[in-house]
C-alpha cells in the first residue's frame, strides 16, 4: 500500500476518511435520542470494518450534534478511542445578537470551541482539529499562540487547515513554525478546478488557475496531506443523478458504471480511486453516513485505474477534450 502524507503524524490512519456530517438528525436543536445514536453505531462499525480510522467532524455539524452522538458511544465503550482518531474543525460563527454568519479564528473562539468540542466527543485530545475557513481578520501569530497553547495542555495533537490557499497557510506556516498537517478542500469528479489549473494552464478552460496552481503545489512540496471533502460527488455518479442533471454528469455516470463493471467493484469504488489515482496521495473524505454506501467504498484502495481510465472519467466529467 502507498504511503501519504498524513502517516508521518498518524501512522496508523487510513486513507478513507469517515465524514461525520450526516450525524445527529437534522440541523436543528432538538436532543438526540436513541434513533441517532443507533444511526452513529451502525456508521461507525461499518467505517471500522472496512479499516477507516480517522473521523472528521466540525462544531458545527447538526450544531454539535454530530460530535455528540459519537461522544455518547465513547462514554459506553470507552475502549472505542483507541480504535479511531478524531479530527474536527473551528472557525464557522451562526448568525447571532453579536453579528450576522462569519468566520472567527480568534484565540478566544478557537479555545472556547476545542474545549467544547471535547466535552461533546467525551475525548481528552483530538488527534486534528482543522481551520474551517479563512478568516479576514486572522492574527497569525495569536492563532499560532492558540493552538500551541493547546498542544502543550495535551488537547491536540496536530493541526491543519481546510479551504485554504497557498498564501494564506503561508502566512500561518511562518507562525506555527510548521505547515499544517492537512488542508482540506472540495475535489471530485463533479469538482475539478485543482486539477485543470494544471492541466489547462495558460489556456482560457483553465479555471482559478494561480489560486489552485499554487496551493497544490505547496501541499505537495510541504508534505500537507490533501483531504478531499465531497469526494464521494454528492452519489450523483455512484447512484441515481438529480433530474435535470447536465448531460456531463449522466454520461460520467454511465462511464464509471463501465468502469466499475470492467473491474467488478461498485461505482462508489470507481469515483474514490479516480482522486486517489492522483500523486499527491489525496485522503477522500465520505460523505455518507449509510452504512450500505460506506461499505461500497471498501475497495477503492485497491484499485488502481489506468491512464485510460483515468483521462477517460476526466474528459468525460469536463464535457470537453483537453486543450
Request: charge should be neutral; hydrophobic fraction near 40%; glycine fraction near 10%.
Amino acid at each position: 500500500m502507498k504511503t501519504f502524507p498524513l502517516q508521518e503524524h498518524l501512522p496508523q490512519t487510513s486513507r478513507l476518511v469517515l465524514g461525520c456530517m450526516g450525524l445527529g438528525g437534522g440541523w436543528n436543536h432538538d436532543p438526540i435520542g436513541e434513533a441517532e445514536i443507533a444511526h452513529a453505531q451502525a456508521a461507525v462499525e461499518a467505517a471500522l470494518d472496512i479499516g477507516i480510522r480517522l473521523f472528521d467532524h466540525a462544531d458545527i455539524y447538526t450544531h454539535g450534534k454530530a460530535e455528540q452522538c459519537l461522544g455518547e458511544l465513547l462514554r459506553r465503550q470507552p475502549s472505542l478511542r483507541d480504535q479511531l482518531q478524531i479530527q474536527t474543525k473551528c472557525g464557522i460563527r451562526f448568525g447571532d445578537a453579536e453579528g450576522p454568519k462569519r468566520y472567527d479564528l480568534s484565540a478566544a473562539h478557537i479555545q472556547a470551541s476545542v474545549e467544547a468540542s471535547l466535552r461533546r466527543l467525551n475525548t481528552e485530545y483530538l488527534d486534528l482539529l482543522l481551520l474551517h475557513r479563512p478568516d479576514p481578520l486572522i492574527e497569525p501569530d495569536e492563532v499560532a499562540e492558540a493552538l500551541q497553547r493547546l498542544r502543550a495542555s495535551g488537547k491536540l495533537r496536530h493541526w491543519g487547515a481546510s479551504n485554504m490557499h497557498a498564501g494564506q497557510m503561508s502566512r500561518l506556516s511562518r507562525a506555527m513554525g510548521e505547515p499544517p498537517r492537512v488542508n482540506q478542500l472540495e475535489m471530485s469528479l463533479l469538482k475539478l478546478d485543482w486539477l485543470d489549473a494544471g492541466t489547462c494552464f495558460n489556456d482560457p478552460q483553465g479555471r482559478n488557475g494561480l489560486a489552485w496552481g499554487e496551493t497544490l503545489e505547496f501541499c505537495q512540496n510541504q508534505a500537507v496531506q490533501l483531504q478531499a471533502w465531497g469526494a464521494m460527488a454528492r452519489g450523483w455518479l455512484s447512484g441515481a443523478a438529480p433530474e435535470g442533471a447536465s448531460a456531463a454528469v449522466v454520461r460520467t455516470a454511465e462511464r464509471v458504471r463501465t468502469v466499475a463493471l470492467r473491474h467488478g467493484v461498485p461505482p462508489e469504488a470507481v469515483v474514490l480511486a479516480w482522486l486517489m489515482r492522483h500523486p499527491a496521495g489525496i485522503q477522500p473524505v465520505i460523505g455518507t453516513t449509510q452504512p450500505a454506501r460506506i461499505r461500497a467504498c471498501a475497495q477503492a484502495e485497491q484499485l488502481t485505474l489506468t491512464r485510460g481510465e483515468w483521462y477517460g472519467l476526466y474528459e468525460t466529467a469536463r464535457g470537453v477534450e483537453l486543450p
